[in-house]
């Protein structure tokens, strides 16, 4: 799971980067993604830790109610989604993909 890896990370630079590559990872303007990186530039130490401990935590919610959703769903169900519905999971499954290989 990318929040065990999340976790385990504990180098400022590291956890600096990881922000960075989440930030630029959302589905927002270009402007607002430049102003979010500027921002974690002149942050200090405590408060980069302190976001990127939420954004582990927010990674951490999101991957234990897929799991809970998954979980709810056999095999049958998922097997019958519509395409519309398996590309639209292949997309959420590919952001995550996107933070891993880029770090």
């Given at each position: 799971m990318i929040f065990d890896f999340l976790k385990k990370q504990k180098e400022f630079k590291q956890k600096k980067k990881l922000t960075q590559i989440m930030i630029m990872s959302l589905q927002i303007s270009e402007s607002q993604k430049s102003l979010y990186i500027q921002a974690l530039e002149i942050l200090d130490?405590?408060?980069?830790?302190?976001?990127?401990?939420?954004?582990?935590?927010?990674?951490e919610n999101y991957e234990l109610k897929e799991l809970k959703e998954i979980s709810k769903n056999n095999y049958s169900t998922v097997?019958?989604?519509?395409?519309k519905?398996?590309?639209e999971k292949q997309k959420d499954l590919n952001s995550f993909s996107f933070l891993i290989n880029n770090l």
């Open positions: 130490k405590q408060w980069v830790d302190n976001l990127y401990l939420e954004l582990t935590r927010f990674v097997a019958g989604m519509r395409k519905e398996a590309l």
